[in-house]
Each structure stands twice: as structure tokens, then as C-alpha cells.
């Protein structure tokens, strides 16, 4: 049981906006609004590819501590060049922000643009590690297989 009691599921919402972080996130209104204004953003706007975006987050999730982030999907091991640069450097900002190299921008700067930098590094820090974050320290729990299915479908169906 997460540490914070969960709001009640909304019947018409989906795995996205009826997930244990979302339902935490609802003792607040405001913040879950602001916070999903962002995510929404974040994940499902910009330049980069949805399937990299979820590489990262699913790479991450198991570093920082999220049990039910965890959960909606294990790592990828079938990553693109590109997917591989973004997991490796979403790993290093996870394991140690502030032991990022300007080495490591070069690296990015090889296979990303200045805007898809930007717009990588946003969803890293202000999506995928923060919201695992706010689920590692609230003790969420790992999701079931039907939940995690119904998340992966609603992430194809707005790519």
C-alpha cells in the first residue's frame, strides 16, 4: 500500500489518468494538473520518438527505486542507436546529475539536435526520474499485468 492513500479511480479515466502516481497526485488537484500539463507535454509532444522516450523511462525506472514504475515495462534490449545514446545518458543523469560532462553533450550532439537535447533532457528530469522519484518515495507498489498492458496501449495509441 503506497505510504499516501490513493484517491479513487476515476471511472472514466484510463491506466494513464487512473495510475496509483495519478490517484497520489489527486489528493492535490492542482498539482496533478500541473504536473499532467507537463507530462503530456513532455511525453507525447516534441521531436522525439515515443518508443525512445518509454526506452528511457523504462531504463531508468529500476535505478531510481519505482516498483510500480518499474512494473509498466521491463527494459528494451532491442534499442536503436539512438534509443541506446538516450537510455545510457538517462542512466548517467539518474546515477549522478551533476556529474554530467560537457563530453557527454558532444556525445548527444552526434546523434541529437540542440532542440531534441532540450526537449530529451526535460522528459529525463522533469518526467521520467521525478515521477519515479515521487513513486519510489510514496512506496507505490507494483501495478498488474493488466495495468501495465492498458498503460503500453494507451502510450501506442498516442504516438
Same mark, same amino acid.
Do not use: W
Given at each position: @500500500? %503506497?505510504?499516501?492513500? %490513493?484517491? %479513487? ?12 502516481? =495519478? ?66 545518458? =538517462? ?38 526520474? =521525478?515521477?519515479? @522519484?515521487?513513486?519510489?518515495? @510514496? ?21
Amino acid at each position: @500500500m %503506497p505510504r499516501i492513500e %490513493p484517491v %479513487p479511480a476515476d471511472p472514466d479515466g484510463n491506466a494513464v489518468t487512473n495510475s496509483v502516481l =495519478a490517484r497520489v497526485l489527486g489528493r492535490r488537484p492542482e498539482i496533478l494538473a500541473a504536473y499532467a500539463r507537463l507530462d503530456n507535454t513532455v511525453r507525447f509532444k516534441g521531436t522525439l520518438p515515443q518508443h525512445l522516450k518509454e526506452a528511457v523511462r523504462r531504463a531508468t525506472a529500476t535505478q531510481v527505486g519505482c516498483e510500480y514504475c518499474r512494473s509498466l515495462g521491463a527494459p528494451r534490449t532491442d534499442l536503436d542507436a539512438a534509443e541506446s545514446l538516450a537510455v545510457a545518458f =538517462a542512466e548517467a543523469v539518474a546515477q549522478d546529475p551533476s556529474g554530467i560532462s560537457d563530453a557527454q553533450f558532444d556525445v548527444l550532439r552526434e546523434e541529437f539536435s540542440e532542440d531534441e537535447i532540450v526537449e530529451l533532457v526535460a522528459f529525463i528530469c522533469l518526467v521520467s526520474v =521525478a515521477g519515479q @522519484m515521487f513513486g519510489a518515495v @510514496m512506496g507505490l507498489e507494483a501495478t498488474d499485468a493488466e495495468e501495465a498492458a492498458e498503460y503500453q496501449a494507451v502510450l501506442s495509441g498516442r504516438s
